[in-house]
């Protein structure tokens, strides 16, 4: 890690917790740079709450969505 990192991190270490978090927040918010993308997803997340709602798709538990992508992709 470059001197300039460490002493940046320090700095920000330094913050309050409510501080930190809201950097973060704007951190990761500068790397979804891909408006395009996002947007996609947005309206892949729209369409599936969409038929959640009208009852054409049913709702699968986490646990079993996890299960069923771990036994596809092992490790």
Do not use: C, H, Y
């Not at 409510?18 to 951190?27: I, N």
């Not at 892949?44 to 036994?71: C, K, M």
Request: charged share 30%.
């Amino acid at each position: 890690m470059s001197t300039t990192l460490e002493a940046l991190q320090a700095e920000v270490l330094r913050l309050s917790p409510k501080d930190r978090a809201r950097l973060l927040d704007r951190l990761i918010a500068s790397l979804d740079a891909d408006a395009e993308a996002e947007a996609a997803w947005d309206a892949v997340a729209s369409a599936r709450e969409a038929e959640l709602n009208a009852g054409t798709v049913q709702a699968v538990p986490i646990d079993a969505a996890l299960s069923r992508l771990e036994s596809r992709f092992p490790g």
